[in-house]
């Protein structure tokens, strides 16, 4: 089953609005501490910091609407499904845009805005207003999101996911300077295991986290500009390897 993988950040929802981490003025990012109300050492001395912040952030982040990154790969998902492509998304981004623009298979590594979890029963629930959890009653409550320091638990599904590619599957990576997670190591690995995956990069300038040679497709633009290449450049390669994949299921 071909499958196409998106791995994005915080530069595919930066031009709807939701400013990154590092270059957001006038945005929360600049107003509060990161290293206060992000950072998971500091959980428990401010847990009310660290829900207020976020709550802010909820709120700035309600009615924002996604843009054309998000609204193609809904339309690449629609398009594919009925037949055997699988189209997944991974993002590091906690924002909803993917779910506004209707596309499915979603896996936020770092969380969600709009979901809280309890830190006594790891109950998950979305965000009521409440200060307590539905399942304990415990006032040890949080944002559902991954703080600085803190280990991201859905990465072993991208991981595996990873681990699982085959010949002909289709990697983008967008909008992150893959300093959080060593994705360069699998494409590594994958490459001497022969492993021939189309791998497509598309930020606004190289990382050193994310070698070129690791890349059949490089775009350093916007993401606004570059979707259309992308989502053409997927086209074609898959209708390459369809019928890679079909002569595999003759022999
Ligand atoms: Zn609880």
Same mark, same amino acid.
């Given at each position: 089953m071909p499958k196409i993988v998106f791995y994005t950040g915080a530069g595919v929802s930066a031009p709807s609005g939701i400013p990154t981490y590092r270059d957001g003025k006038d945005s929360l990012w600049q107003k509060y501490n990161a290293e206060e109300v992000c950072n998971y050492e500091k959980l428990n001395i401010?847990?009310?910091?660290?829900?207020?912040?976020?709550?802010?952030?909820? %709120?700035?982040?309600?009615?924002? #609407?996604?843009?054309?990154?998000?609204?193609?790969?809904?339309?690449?998902?629609?398009e594919f499904k009925n037949s055997n492509v699988e189209v997944e998304i991974f993002t590091q981004n906690i924002d909803l845009l993917y779910e506004k623009a209707g596309c499915e298979n979603i896996t936020h590594i770092h969380g969600r805005i709009d979901e809280c979890k309890c830190d006594d029963c790891l109950e998950k629930w979305k965000y009521n207003g409440e200060n307590k959890c539905p399942k304990c009653g415990g006032s040890?409550? =949080?944002?559902?999101? &991954?703080?600085?320091?803190?280990?991201?638990?859905?990465?072993? +599904?991208?991981?595996?996911?990873?681990?699982?590619?085959?010949?002909?599957?289709? /990697?983008?990576?967008?909008? &992150?300077?893959?300093?959080?997670?060593?994705?360069? =190591?699998?494409?590594?690995?994958?490459?001497?295991n022969g492993?021939?995956?189309?791998?497509?990069?598309?930020? /606004?300038?190289?990382?050193?986290? /994310?070698? #070129?040679?690791?890349?059949?497709?490089?775009?350093? #633009?916007?993401?606004? &500009?570059?979707?259309?290449?992308?989502?053409? &450049?997927?086209?074609? %390669? /898959?209708?390459?390897? +369809?019928q890679e994949y079909s002569i595999q299921i003759t022999k």
């Open positions: 401010n847990r009310n910091k660290i829900r207020n912040f976020y709550s802010l952030l909820r %709120n700035e982040m309600k009615d924002k #609407e996604p843009n054309i990154h998000h609204k193609s790969i809904a339309a690449l998902q629609q040890f409550i =949080r944002p559902n999101i &991954t703080l600085f320091g803190e280990p991201a638990e859905k990465y072993y +599904k991208l991981k595996r996911t990873l681990n699982w590619f085959q010949n002909g599957d289709i /990697l983008i990576i967008q909008g &992150t300077y893959g300093n959080v997670f060593p994705i360069s =190591r699998y494409l590594e690995f994958l490459k001497s492993i021939r995956l189309v791998t497509v990069l598309n930020n /606004l300038e190289p990382s050193p986290y /994310l070698p #070129e040679k690791h890349f059949d497709y490089i775009y350093f #633009e916007n993401v606004i &500009t570059a979707m259309p290449k992308i989502i053409q &450049t997927i086209k074609q %390669n /898959l209708s390459n390897s +369809k």
